[in-house]
């Protein structure tokens, strides 16, 4: 089967702006930034969505949220704050099938979001 695109970035396949990375992990900008700063976190193994995400997977999903944290602090976000986002499926606007959590931060955000 032909590797999803996220995967293509993890293999360096596709190049991608990459900011922080662990064994298990991938944050990289996200490549139409919807706030001054947009990465997104990946779990290297690849999983569709949150929706199919295996129950049994708990640490590796604290890990996503772990290097996300991490790679706010770096790109210099923890003081001012952002948000999390995690799209899943039709309704949420997902577009790519590799679970993935926005980090978005630089700006105000808006409550509830649209
Ligand atoms: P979703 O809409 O599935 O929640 O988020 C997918 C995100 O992936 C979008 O924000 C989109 O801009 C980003 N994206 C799509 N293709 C690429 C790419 O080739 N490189 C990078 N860095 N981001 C991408």
Redo the contacts with the bound molecule.
């Keep these: 089967m032909e590797n999803s695109?996220f995967e293509k970035?993890i293999s360096r396949e596709?190049s991608?702006?990459i900011v922080w990375e662990s064994e298990d992990v991938l944050v990289?900008?996200?490549?139409?930034p919807?706030a001054p700063t947009?990465l997104?976190a990946i779990p290297k193994r690849h999983f569709e969505r949150i929706a199919e995400f295996p129950d049994q997977e708990t640490e590796l999903l604290g890990k996503v949220l772990i290097g996300a944290k991490k790679a706010a602090a770096n790109v210099g976000l923890a003081q001012t704050g952002y948000r999390l986002?995690i799209?899943n499926g039709l309704d949420?606007?997902?577009?790519?099938p590799h679970l993935?959590v926005?980090i978005l931060g630089g700006r105000k955000m808006q409550w509830p979001p649209g």
């Design positions: 695109l970035i596709i991608a702006d990289f900008r996200d490549i139409a919807q947009h997104l986002v799209n949420a606007g997902e577009t790519v993935h926005h």
